[in-house]
């Protein structure tokens, strides 16, 4: 499974970090042909530092960490670093610290990289299992299909705000409907009206996880992976929001919940249909 490679983390704290580096050279001699990048900068807490240009050894506590022709290693000080490489101390230093967030990025990205095989096989056993997201989309597509669209739109509307809407302050206002008021406050699995499976499960968890898949061999060094850190961080909620959904899926599609539905207020077209439907849960479909 490729992942992100994930660059050598540099850490300069002290000048015994700068010269215990094994391929570190000081003091070289001034050519400017020699240098050849810049590998990072240091900013320690005093003047510890001491400039590797032979003509310099300027004692500083800013710098930057070089790399020579001849695959060695040097520090110059800010001055020489910004005269030889004609770049400031401060843009250097805002590069490689968007260099180490994002390898900090990746390093978080490639924790789930790691475990892709898993993650696709546990998409799949929700899909798959009885009663899993196939069966609730199956299911709910039927019922969509088979009730009126008024019912359908009490369901989302209860679904969106359960504890105080519309369908309630009318059955509350009318004391002959106290049961059916209890009937439908007692009305589980609604959440499957608020979101959606496919959404859930394929939108939010597969497609994010294959994009960043192809993210890895055509990624942009200038690009930001943000975005899919967060992915990475939600991804366990977003597990949990479509286990509970295909739960509240299985609660709603019982014969006591159903019948419910009776409850709501309706005209009268549609509560007639409602309370003469025979809605078979095994073949999630009406029986003929």
């Given at each position: 499974?490729?992942?992100f490679?994930?660059?050598?983390?540099?850490?300069?704290?002290?000048?015994?970090?700068?010269?215990?580096?094994?391929?570190?050279?000081?003091?070289?001699?001034?050519?400017?042909?020699?240098?050849?990048?810049?590998?990072?900068?240091?900013?320690?807490?005093?003047?510890?530092?001491?400039?590797?240009?032979?003509?310099?050894?300027?004692?500083?506590?800013?710098?930057?960490?070089?790399?020579?022709?001849?695959?060695k290693?040097?520090?110059?000080?800010?001055?020489?670093?910004?005269?030889?490489?004609?770049?400031?101390?401060?843009?250097?230093?805002?590069?490689?610290?968007?260099?180490?967030?994002?390898?900090?990025?990746k390093?978080?990205?490639?924790?789930?990289?790691?475990?892709?095989?898993?993650?696709?096989?546990?998409?799949?056993?929700?899909?798959?299992?009885?009663?899993?997201?196939?069966?609730l989309?199956?299911?709910?597509?039927?019922?969509?299909?088979?009730?009126?669209?008024?019912?359908?739109?009490?369901?989302?509307?209860?679904?969106?705000?359960?504890?105080?809407?519309?369908?309630?302050?009318?059955l509350?206002?009318?004391?002959?409907?106290?049961?059916?008021?209890?009937?439908?406050?007692?009305?589980?699995?609604?959440?499957?009206?608020?979101?959606?499976?496919?959404?859930?499960?394929?939108?939010?968890?597969?497609?994010?996880?294959?994009?960043?898949?192809?993210?890895?061999?055509?990624?942009?060094?200038?690009?930001?992976?943000?975005?899919?850190?967060?992915?990475?961080?939600?991804?366990?909620?977003?597990?949990?929001?479509?286990?509970?959904?295909?739960?509240?899926?299985?609660?709603?599609?019982?014969?006591?919940?159903?019948?419910?539905?009776?409850?709501?207020?309706?005209?009268?077209?549609?509560?007639?249909?409602?309370?003469?439907?025979?809605?078979?849960?095994?073949?999630?479909?009406?029986?003929?």
């Amino acid at each position: 499974m490729p992942v992100f490679k994930i660059d050598e983390k540099i850490m300069l704290n002290s000048w015994d970090d700068i010269v215990h580096r094994p391929y570190f050279e000081s003091p070289v001699k001034t050519q400017k042909n020699r240098f050849v990048g810049i590998t990072a900068v240091y900013s320690l807490e005093d003047q510890s530092a001491c400039c590797g240009m032979s003509d310099c050894l300027k004692s500083h506590k800013r710098g930057f960490l070089v790399s020579t022709s001849d695959k060695k290693e040097t520090n110059l000080c800010e001055t020489c670093g910004q005269r030889l490489f004609d770049v400031s101390f401060e843009s250097q230093e805002k590069m490689f610290q968007d260099q180490v967030r994002i390898r900090e990025q990746k390093i978080r990205i490639n924790t789930v990289l790691e475990q892709v095989d898993d993650i696709k096989a546990r998409i799949k056993k929700l899909k798959q299992d009885p009663k899993g997201a196939n069966w609730l989309y199956r299911v709910l597509t039927n019922f969509r299909r088979t009730y009126p669209v008024d019912l359908l739109a009490a369901l989302k509307e209860l679904a969106m705000n359960k504890d105080d809407n519309a369908i309630l302050k009318v059955l509350a206002e009318n004391e002959t409907d106290i049961s059916k008021l209890e009937h439908v406050k007692q009305l589980q699995g609604l959440g499957i009206f608020a979101a959606d499976i496919r959404e859930e499960l394929i939108g939010k968890i597969l497609k994010p996880l294959i994009k960043i898949e192809e993210l890895v061999d055509n990624f942009d060094a200038k690009s930001s992976l943000t975005s899919q850190c967060k992915w990475v961080d939600n991804l366990e909620e977003q597990f949990a929001c479509a286990e509970l959904l295909i739960e509240e899926g299985r609660v709603f599609f019982d014969a006591e919940n159903l019948e419910r539905l009776k409850s709501i207020p309706l005209s009268e077209v549609s509560n007639r249909f409602v309370k003469s439907l025979n809605w078979d849960i095994n073949k999630a479909a009406k029986n003929k």
